[in-house]
């Protein structure tokens, strides 16, 4: 039976890809802030990405049990802010989330991967990176660095067997984006082409599908992007 | 783990890793076989390998998480990833440091 590691587990895309996954038989392993129920198939871990050790420990308890086939970098955060207006401290809260929990989970069992010889590691981007969104700066760089990772790690761990590759989403109808005036999602969703916002489990569907054949390094938009 | 110990389980890993890659010069790796830097046998992702084996070798074996590739290690001077020898060092000590 496949395993899952899934960050950002306890609602919205994340949620909805543990549920797709325990549909289609993984053993899944979530990683959350919050609490979780644990279910058939599904262990909860609290862990807050963003904290190296924490995550080390969770990967160490994970590994230790068998081995990891995949991993769903999704724990994020988002915030618009004009440019000149955002507070600094909402510029390093996004790059310690997005940027620095998708490292240190890469890191904690990229290594487990390595030593399996094979295992694929999936990270979660935005279409706010090639748009170059406004209102989004510190958003779309924390994001644009775990692209730039993204391609980094796919290219050093090729010769491992682990293929990295990451998928990207405009606006998806969670909590996160209900917050969002609705003609500004729907300008967004215009864009790149979407009549309306996927749910979390569309969003969830294309995820999958992209990690079951995505080449490395490659990173994938739902959506046209030009 | 003693440093013996230790050099024993960083020479059979090289000898594993040898023969994976096809590697015949790490088979018969030593005490005094150079891993990374110059004239070297290992390039970066060997050397990423050969730490992600150990550290599990390590698990199986005497029962601790170590990270051989801590800030510590990586801000040495003489660098712990150079020789065989160096490397087995490394590993007893945070094996020691390790165990309550």
Redesign the interface.
């Known amino acids: 039976m496949p395993v899952a590691v899934v960050t950002g587990s306890s609602r919205g895309l994340g949620l909805a890809v543990v549920r797709r996954l325990l549909a289609d038989g993984w053993t899944v392993h979530g990683l959350a802030r919050g609490e979780q129920p644990a279910a058939p198939g599904f262990t909860p871990h609290v862990v807050d990405v963003t904290d190296p050790a924490a995550v080390?420990a969770a990967a160490?308890a994970i590994t230790?049990a068998g081995r990891v086939d995949l991993l769903v970098n999704n724990a994020g955060a988002a915030s618009m802010n004009a440019l000149l207006l955002t507070p600094v401290a909402v510029a390093e809260r996004l790059m310690r989330v997005n940027y620095l929990g998708s490292f240190h989970c890469l890191q904690a069992f990229g290594?487990?991967m390595?030593?399996q010889r094979a295992g694929r590691i999936v990270n979660v981007t935005t279409v706010a990176v090639p748009l170059s969104l406004e209102g989004e700066a510190a958003y779309v760089a924390s994001k644009a660095a775990v692209d730039a990772l993204t391609r980094v790690a796919a290219r050093?761990?090729a010769?491992?067997g682990v293929i990295v590759s990451a998928v990207g989403f405009g606006p998806v109808d969670t909590a996160l984006t209900r917050g969002v005036p609705r003609a500004q999602l729907d300008r967004i969703n215009a864009r790149i082409g979407l009549s309306a916002s996927p749910s979390p489990e569309a969003a969830a569907d294309f995820l999958l599908a992209h990690a079951r054949s995505a080449a490395s390094g490659h990173v994938e938009y739902l959506g046209q992007v030009a | 783990m003693t440093q013996e110990e230790a050099l024993r389980l960083v020479l059979r890993r090289l000898a594993a890793l040898g023969r994976e890659l096809g590697r015949p010069e790490l088979e018969t790796a030593d005490a005094t076989t150079r891993l990374f830097g110059e004239n070297a046998s290992l390039d970066?992702?060997g050397l990423?390998?050969l730490?992600?084996?150990l550290?599990?070798d390590v698990?199986v074996a005497v029962g601790v998480?170590v990270?051989l590739a801590d800030e510590k290690a990586m801000s040495r001077l003489t660098s712990p990833f150079r020789r065989a020898d160096l490397l087995a060092a490394h590993l007893a000590e945070l094996v020691r440091a390790a165990r309550p």
């Open positions: 080390q160490s230790a290594k487990a390595v030593r050093e761990l010769s491992s | 970066s992702i990423v390998t730490i992600a084996d550290e599990e698990r998480t990270n």
